[in-house]
């Protein structure tokens, strides 16, 4: 799909926390979802974030832009 590196699992955890002060960017959220789509662990932990990740899911059925990759 695209050639960025996976993120960790570290990462996605602090995306999580990140994503209650902040609104994530259009890259984070997908490598975010990305990651937990594919992670036993973290889907294990999204049971335990329940609420942070329902609003994850939010923002992605709210402004997904496919190809609008913003070149940073
Ligand atoms: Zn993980």
Same mark, same amino acid.
């Given at each position: 799909?695209?050639?960025?590196?996976?993120? +960790?699992?570290?990462?996605?955890?602090? %995306?999580?926390?990140?994503?209650?002060?902040? /609104? &994530? +960017?259009?890259?984070?959220?997908?490598? %975010?979802?990305?990651?937990?789509?594919?992670? /036993? &662990?973290?889907?294990?932990?999204?049971?335990?974030f329940d609420v942070l990740f329902q609003q994850?899911? &939010?923002?992605?059925?709210?402004?997904?832009?496919?190809?609008?990759?913003?070149?940073?």
């Open positions: 799909m695209t050639n960025r590196e996976p993120i +960790t699992c570290q990462d996605t955890t602090w %995306l999580v926390s990140d994503s209650c002060e902040r /609104e &994530l +960017t259009a890259e984070e959220k997908a490598d %975010l979802h990305g990651h937990i789509a594919t992670c /036993e &662990l973290c889907q294990g932990a999204s049971k335990q994850i899911r &939010l923002f992605f059925s709210k402004d997904i832009q496919p190809g609008g990759d913003a070149s940073e």
